[in-house]
DNA sequence: CGGAGCATGG
């Protein structure tokens, strides 16, 4: 192929001497041009041919499709005389890797090329691009036909239609089937293929895995291998060895690009460390790719992951356009550190508003405990807007209504999801049996629960601890087997549930048996949730000296909810010498907690010790230990009503004390009580 | 003379 001062000088000298070039030629010009940017003057030379043939049309298409012309390309695909694969795989590339939503026109090309026969028929390269296209949508079904079609028209055995098929199965998440591809492929993988199946590796979590595919043949590794395990080692939560990789690249010469830099980002934040960040951002700003929007984002996210909101602004101001994410990270970084106001300020300043900005701002007011806030945006935000909506927000919301415990915004929630025809994905039901068994209906959760087609860990997770919430403990041992049986792992929040059905009943026997299976069958070191809840279920069923003896076994040092646990175990048992012992570990570690004064003092009073509870009250004023105020609340209607203690606040006092003096009364005298509501 | 695959966000 010629370089481009060629073809031009070529171009020239066919113009000057009145000679006229073959098709091929030509057509070889448009290519060249088209390639590099030049496409006006491709088209010029196009528009000038006497003669073309199906190549000029496709090289012509070509340059418009990457142009991202797609109603020019759409137009002179239409106009073509003859068209070939070339042709179609040319149009529906370009609607496939478009970032608008043309993806329907690339299916529908697809299926306007089967009737096509000899002349169209699709090709490995079709295969390959519509593969990627549905990985990008992740549509299994699909991707599983085109497989078929792909085995059948014998065009899956390159190292092409390998990667594409490892990626577009792994992307539909069916590690299963990526598996399978794998292991029915051929001995020797392309760099490609190996790091479409790192990346697979990676997604699933199989991080050992990915490692020896890795750090097999590592010289032929690439830029985009070492991009790809740094990636896995963020997502997984290994920030520590995706920095280590990071160094070791520049000790083997390779160069880091925008991807490398977007995870080690994504890597400080999780870390918090704004110094690590600080690096990153000045070697992003020398390479001037702050407006890759993955990057500047990132760079945003870090400050305000690490609270200094100050930063995050000036970045944030000096970017242009400032993408959803930017946005979404100012609006949470501001929500963390309660500065409502500026993260509301921010979240209508800003014209167009998606469901990843209204998401930010309702699960910012959901995090610091304004619940009526989230709903209030979120009914004001479907009026207008009732396409924008996506199952992250939903979560958010059903969060917001565990929070509050109030079944009847998670019910409505629930009716508006059927209405609007989401997919219910896992993740999404998971949040819906969570709300619904933490706002105290099982039964519900239970029917959400079997209504869901496929149940991942999280799923059983939260329906057994639904079950050990409402003490059915033998419905969530009974789960538990069947998540064994269906060949699911549990993990550590697994047992936490189990260990809380115990806990909840004082059931020792089972709890022992579960802590011993976790540790031994499992190998699941226990954090101090399940040592807390082993000192707890001790401790409600009377038996001190086993807490006191499991608490010598602890391995780790013993934090607040430990130490919290045996405190209420010495409670419960009214061992007030230990008790104290315990209290002043406590205050060491958590000296700025109100709470645990309040947990001190009130145990002290239940044993009738007035002067240790003032000793206890003193020393938390003195150490200006705050306590959140408790308070009741309740839904009616769309409005929430809170009440704290002597409060008469409320617009209705008068009415509402009436009442409680009245079932007061009313339970005094033991009788049936009829109490009209407004 | 042409067309395809792997790595980065809530």
Sequence with gaps: MWALKDGLKFQANFIKCGFTPSIVTINQLIHL????????????????????????????????????????????????????????????????NDEGCEEDKAVNLFLQMQHEGEKA?????????????????????WGRQLHGLMVKTGNNQSQFSLSSLIDMYSKCRTFH????????????FDLVSKNAMVAACCREGELDMAE???????????????NTMIAGYVQNGHEEAALDMFKCMAVKGLKWNQHTLASILSACSSLKSLKMGKQAHAWILKEGIMNNPFISSGVIEVYSKCGDMKDAKNVYKEIMPQNSFAISSMIVGYSAK???TEARRLFDSVTEKNSVILTAMISGFVKSNQSEEAFELFSKFVEKNAENLDALMFINLLGACTIQATIDPGKQIHAYLFRIGIEMDEVLISALVDMYAKCGNIKYAKQVFYSATSRDLVLYNVMIAGYAHHGHEYEAYQLFEEMLKRGLRPDGVTFIAILSACRHRGLVDAGEKYFSSMTEDYAISPESDHYACMIDLYGRA??????????????????AVILG????????????????????????IEGDNGARYVQLASLYASEGKWDEKGRIMKKMRGNEAKKLTGCSWVH????????????????????????LKCLIQGLQVNMPIEIEFL
């Design 542 to 559: 009377n038996q001190l000296e086993k807490a006191i003896i499991f608490m010598e076994r602890i391995p780790i040092q013993p934090d």
């Design 565 to 588: 646990s045996f405190l209420n175990a010495c409670k419960m048992n009214r061992n007030v010498e230990l008790a104290k012992a315990t209290e002043d570990k406590l205050l060491q």
């Design 338 to 340: 309660g500065y409502m």
């Design 636 to 659: 009616i209607g769309n409005r929430l009503h809170t009440f704290t203690s002597s409060d008469r606040s409320h617009s209705e006092t008068e009415a509402l004390y009436a009442t």
């Design 212 to 226: 020896k595919l890795f750090w097999h043949k590592p010289e032929i590794n690439d830029v985009v291998s070492w």
């Design 121 to 141: 028929r699709p090709d490995e390269f079709t295969l390959t691009t519509m593969l990627n296209l549905v990985a990008k949508l992740r549509f299994l079904s």
């Design 177 to 188: 089937d990526v598996m399978r591809v794998y292991d029915g492929g051929p001995c020797v």
């Design 33 to 96: 041009y088209s390639k590099n940017g030049f496409v006006e003057e491709a088209n010029k030379l196009f528009d000038e041919m006497p003669d073309r043939n199906v190549y000029t049309w496709n090289a012509i298409i070509n340059a418009h499709t990457k142009a991202q012309n797609f109603s020019k390309a759409q137009n002179l695909f239409d106009a073509a005389p003859s068209k070939d694969s070339v042709t179609y795989n040319l149009m529906i590339s370009g609607y496939a």
